[in-house]
């Protein structure tokens, strides 16, 4: 009874998502286990997973190691330390790593990856935003794309200095690196200038004009845009087809935006949603875990 008890506990407990899963599910080319062994002259590592056999990863020049949340060599990790790694598979030899961190590293590094984070700027140059995120220096690249405010209005890297406290809204790169998609001094335009880089915006129609073709729509980030509506623009409800005249003021919408030749938006696809189409699916049914097999007593 007591062994069963405790299995069953040990089941409950692995069914839990941890704090850095509960928001997304684990990558499929992410793997937490054991570091067996380290071979520096073959440039790899040897890991222990959860469940299954050993898997042999390779390093590179690029692999990003990360100890206590600060960049390591691979030779501060030991056998038996528990360790994390992204990797990207290979048609020919081991899967190559991009990321080799202990787990808060990871759980740190997967956050400022995807998630606003608020910094301390260190400096800005043409392609960089070096900053520091809880006393752990990050790097962020910047390119032509990145959306940089404060107080509400556009602005460049040059109206921001060295010791501002910012909010950086992240993009993952393949690489591993992070690229600063936004820039601002507030959660609010963080937000705002993070929706502005999406294709589908949902929000309430202010006015809508058929004849000009101009839709004022005020997003769910608190963002008012008036936007032309597309010769082309598709209007959906409930699956299906609409005139451009059921759009009503009031409405909750989401749009689809795209860019024309002079790279100014406009909507292609609006979809009119109800109390059925706001429902939220139903969560899916959990797989059953499988009981050991039974072992006869010796």
Known sequence: MKIRLLFGLFVLFNALPSPAQTSKATSPNVKFGTLVSVDSDAATIVLKPKSGADITYRLTE???ILQNRKA???SAFKPGDAIV???RKSSVGPASLYDLTDRPSWDWL???RRETTQVIVQEITEDALEAVDSGVPIAYRVT???AWAR???PCSAADFKAGEKVYVVPRLLPSGGIMALAVSDSTNSAAILKERSRIYVTGTVKVINPEKRLLNLHSVAGDDRELPIAESCV???ESKDQPLTAVKPGQTITV???RDEENEQHITRITIKTSKTAKTRPPATPKKTPMPAKTKPG
């Open 151 to 153: 107080a509400g209005k």
């Open 62 to 64: 690029k692999t990003v």
């Open 144 to 146: 032509e794309k990145t």
């Open 235 to 237: 209007v959906r409800k």
């Open 110 to 112: 997967n956050r400022v």
């Open 72 to 74: 390591v060599e691979v």
């Open 85 to 87: 790694v992204r990797f």
């Open 256 to 258: 689809r935006l795209a």
